[in-house]
């Protein structure tokens, strides 16, 4: 069962002095499209430049690389939780903080831990991500035909590393209202990390083009942080750590255990293939799997973007306008889930006018298979976003449950029907029990509250 993690949360409300929300849609909505066009033209371009072989080593990295979620392990939803609660009593005023000493204080503690987090995630890609990807790469004797394939590898999850410690101001100043800021520095890090990319796919050097792009993205992240962090550092430092440890980190280690199932209902598809399969299958999986990812970043922007909201709605127990906003979401994110599935079906009807692109690419049949479980999981994720935002981690067993049974069921359908048995026993998890789930989880949170 798929329950996606959620992306980085987004801007608070005018009602607290900041960008009003609508604003900060735009802003955050322009960074995912810059994500979507940069994705999908590299993906085209590492379609259509690369071996079957490459290919498929192209995106079973890119699949590995979407571990940053279990590096990121919760961190980010949960600071900007706690931030955004604390932006109560704390406001920006001339490019600093202003409140109580105690307030900036917690404040400044609780930016210190994300950069924390953000150094000890970087040490986890290369000393766990790193020998892990080079073991699961090194199972396909395919592999050998490519000389270059480990030091590609070591440079790409090097460039992740990179990325995390680039990431972790960001993270601390979305909390703290910047979102607007903070989509700006992302729309145009990612707008020159995917230029490098596309650039380093077009004149020939396409398995390098994911080095380029995270090393980049990572490099500018941390020059931008170096000048961001001051006024998170002049805050101070609580003195109090052990009780905001004592708060956090209940919640960390299940957001930690909730992140980890995720990723593997995510993002097992692509491995699977590859490991099972072969590179080739990977890579015709790969960029279907690129594609729906991309519509669902799309699809999920809009409860991405509102998640302070929620927080500051549900801190307040206005639960009408809570479920007011938590519908809207809902209509929005599944229309655009579906409205893109479409246009997706479209384009690959029109690319399969091309003899010489056929055989690289999606299968209409399957393909469609993989677009029904997009939109499930778009729901699911409006669903968590706002359910998580009030506190607590209420998709920790429905996310335990899908990390133990999507590998199994992933298996069998390969087994079975191939790529095809994959794509069904995906869309089963996703749709026949996530989504369900998903909703009743919902439910049982307004009769929670009414009681």
């Known amino acids: ?46 379609t259509l430049t690369l071996s079957p072989v490459e290919a498929g080593l192209f995106f079973t990295l890119c699949s590995l690389l979407a571990a940053q979620v279990l590096l990121d392990a919760g961190s980010s939803t949960l600071l900007v939780a706690f931030l955004g609660r604390s932006m109560r009593q704390v406001e920006w005023r001339g490019g600093r903080l202003q409140g109580s000493p105690a307030a900036l204080r917690r404040v400044g503690w609780l930016a210190r831990y994300a950069m924390g987090w953000g150094l000890f995630s970087a040490l986890l890609a290369l000393v766990l991500i ?58 145009g890090q990612d707008a020159l990390a995917y230029a490098a990319a596309a650039l380093a796919a077009a004149s020939g050097h396409g398995l390098w083009s994911l080095a380029w792009m995270w090393g980049l993205r990572g490099a500018i992240g941390i020059t931008w942080s170096l000048q961001a962090a001051a006024p998170l550092l002049a ?8 009780r905001h440890q ?37 890579g015709r999986l790969g960029l279907a799997f690129f594609c729906t990812n991309g519509l669902l970043m799309v699809a999920t922007a809009w409860a991405s973007a509102r998640m302070p909201e929620f927080a500051r709605l549900s801190a307040g127990r206005r639960w009408s306008d809570f479920d007011t906003l938590l519908a809207r979401v809902l209509r929005v994110t599944a229309a655009a889930a579906l409205g893109g599935g479409l246009l997706a079906v479209v384009g690959l009807w029109l690319l399969q006018a091309a003899p010489a692109w056929a055989e690289r690419l999606p299968a209409p049949g399957w393909f469609a298979l993989l677009l029904l479980a997009t939109v499930a999981s778009a729901v699911v994720a409006a669903i968590a976003t706002a359910l998580r935002a009030c506190g607590g981690e209420p998709f920790f067993v429905p996310t335990l449950v899908g990390g133990a049974l999507v590998l199994p069921a992933l298996a069998l359908g390969a087994h079975v029907d191939g790529i095809m048995g994959l794509c069904v026993a995906y869309l089963g998890l996703c749709g026949g029990l996530g989504l369900p789930w998903a909703l009743w989880l919902r439910k049982r949170q307004q009769r929670g509250r009414a009681a």
């Open 246 to 282: 004592r708060t956090l980190w209940p919640m960390q280690w299940r957001l930690a255990c909730s992140w980890t199932a995720g990723y593997l209902s995510q993002q097992s598809l692509v491995p699977v293939a590859y490991a099972l399969l072969g590179p080739q299958a990977a």
């Open 130 to 187: 790193m020998p892990a990807s080079l073991w699961l790469l090194g199972q396909r004797s395919e592999i050998d035909a490519l000389p270059q394939w480990r030091l590609v590898t070591l440079a790409t999850l090097a460039g992740l590393a990179l990325s995390q410690l680039g990431n972790a101001v960001p993270v601390a100043l979305e909390g703290l209202g910047q979102v607007a800021r903070v989509a700006r520095l992302r729309a």
């Open 235 to 242: 805050a101070g430092r609580s003195a109090a750590h052990r």
């Open 1 to 46: 069962m798929a329950t996606p993690s959620p992306s980085r949360p987004a801007d608070l409300p005018a009602a607290v002095g900041l960008h009003h929300p609508l604003a900060a849609e735009r802003y955050y909505l322009l960074h995912r499209a810059t994500q979507v066009v940069g994705a999908g033209l590299l993906a085209l371009l590492a």
